[in-house]
């Protein structure tokens, strides 16, 4: 099973930006469907972005469409997240996930990372 480590969060101001990394071993990301979510304190788990396994077709939720960006490393076995614009929302811990081809959830997740931004 593929193992997952975040970097590269921190605490950042409105409009400023971050690239979280999400490092795997044990497993090719270029094998797996790629994910970020994120979880805000009082909330719930949501989807922030996805990339497609076979194409690396991107799709993401609608509050960072145009501010995010997902991408991934296959030299570098990492998926990366592009984070521009950030706003005070955008506050969470994100974690990264790996989903096997033809299953329905994610199998291996990352421990989290936090992001704070500050107005």
């Known amino acids: 099973q593929v193992e997952l480590v975040e970097s590269g969060g921190g605490l950042v101001q409105a409009g400023g930006s971050l690239r979280l990394s999400c490092a795997a071993s044990?497993?090719?990301?270029?094998?797996?469907?790629m994910a970020w979510f994120r979880q805000a304190p009082g909330k719930e788990r949501e989807f922030v972005a996805r990339?497609?396994?076979?194409?690396?077709?991107?799709y993401y939720m609608n509050s960072v469409k145009g501010r995010f960006t997902i991408s991934r490393d296959n030299a570098e076995n990492t998926i990366y997240l592009q984070m521009n614009n950030l706003k005070v929302e955008d506050t969470a811990v994100y974690r990264c996930a790996a989903q096997t081809v033809g299953a329905v959830d994610f199998s291996s997740w990352g421990q989290g990372i936090q992001v704070t931004v500050s107005s």
């Open positions: 044990g497993g090719k990301v270029s094998m797996y469907g």
């Open positions: 990339i497609d396994w076979r194409d690396d077709r991107t």
